[in-house]
């Protein structure tokens, strides 16, 4: 059982970063693939960054290459996103989850997720 607690969004302006952080309770966090999905309204939910249970393998989708960073701190048990020069479409709700085997794009193969964190961002 691994539970999930995303901080750090806010209402920030077009061009500015923002830094995302996912805790998760329990002694196994680095037995589990993490990865970072949004949501905006009216639109499914959208796969932003995963990462490998030991850090040392990242994914992204083409459109968010070069902006967005996943990393880990397996002794501190949580994971981040950095959010680089944001757009207004970048305005959802932000969600990091977990998986026991290895980072997917598809939300139906994790197991947990967290409450997520709402970022706005305003032209």
């Known amino acids: 059982q691994v539970q999930l607690v995303e901080s750090g969004g806010g209402l920030v302006q077009a061009g500015d970063s923002l830094r995302l952080s996912c805790a998760a309770s329990g002694r196994t966090f680095s037995s589990y693939a993490m990865g970072w999905f949004r949501q905006a309204p009216g639109k499914e939910r959208e796969f932003v960054a995963g990462?490998?249970?030991?850090?040392?393998?990242?994914y992204y989708p083409d459109s968010m290459k070069g902006r967005f960073t996943i990393s880990r701190d397996n002794a501190k048990n949580t994971v981040s996103l950095q959010m680089n020069s944001l757009k207004p479409e970048d305005t959802a709700v932000y969600y990091c989850a977990a998986r026991p085997k290895g980072v997917s794009s598809e939300p139906p193969q994790y197991d947990y997720w967290g409450q997520g964190t709402q970022v706005t961002v305003s032209s």
């Open positions: 990462i490998s249970e030991n850090g040392g393998l990242t």
